[in-house]
């Protein structure tokens, strides 16, 4: 399921209101999760997921529904860890995967939401002679996390899958944790006006 929310019913993918802003339904998450579910129960599909839902909304989940959410997809880099939802996700068996994992330069000002010119992940980088993209993406693997960086450049696909020949020292994984600063790319101010809209608490 990919938001907590709704869309008004219609043909159109993204509705807006009459003054021009995001047309919500009122379909519960929780109606399309118990829908999925029976999906699962008619083996149409053996596993279903959720992707930016925090932990309230998981635990919703959770306790009305039948079948564990196999993933949460979120967006999480160096500047946006979400320790404690990855913390939740884990005590619950539940995967954590990392959208943006490397930020997303040019977007809401590269330099506050993407960490390849980050001086101390190129640092890190220098000292195990990989580049700031494998450091942030070895970061997110050592520490549970799946990750889809998106590139349509081939040596740059070929580099982020050359992620597992090297480890990052407890030192370092700490450094990229303390980057953190809470710098999330989908801006809450993007989706206002709906209760089920996930980030106005933390992750």
């Not at 925090?54 to 306790?63: A, C, D, H, K, P």
Request: proline share 6%; aromatic share 8%.
């Amino acid at each position: 399921m990919h938001w907590p929310y709704a869309s008004k019913r219609g043909d159109n993918l993204h509705p807006v209101d009459e003054n021009g802003q995001r047309a919500y339904g009122d379909t519960h998450y929780l109606d399309t999760w118990k829908a999925m579910e029976k999906l699962v129960d008619a083996g149409l599909v053996k596993a279903i997921g959720l992707s930016n839902f925090n932990i309230s909304q998981m635990e919703e989940i959770l306790t009305n529904g039948r079948i564990k959410p196999a993933v949460n997809q979120v967006e999480s880099h160096p500047y946006l860890t979400c320790n404690r939802l990855l913390k939740y996700c884990t005590e619950k068996g539940i995967v954590m995967t990392a959208y943006c994992p490397l930020g997303a330069p040019g977007v809401h000002g590269s330099d506050y939401t993407s960490a390849l010119n980050d001086p101390i992940i190129k640092t890190i980088g220098e000292k195990y002679g990989k580049s700031a993209a494998q450091v942030c993406l070895r970061w997110q693997v050592q520490r549970g996390v799946v990750v889809i960086p998106k590139s349509s450049n081939p040596s740059r696909l070929k580099e982020n899958s050359q992620i597992f020949d090297f480890e990052l020292s407890e030192e370092d994984m700490t450094a990229v944790n303390n980057l953190n600063r809470d710098a999330r790319i989908l801006k809450k101010e993007e989706y206002k006006g709906h209760p089920h809209w996930p980030f106005g608490e933390p992750f």
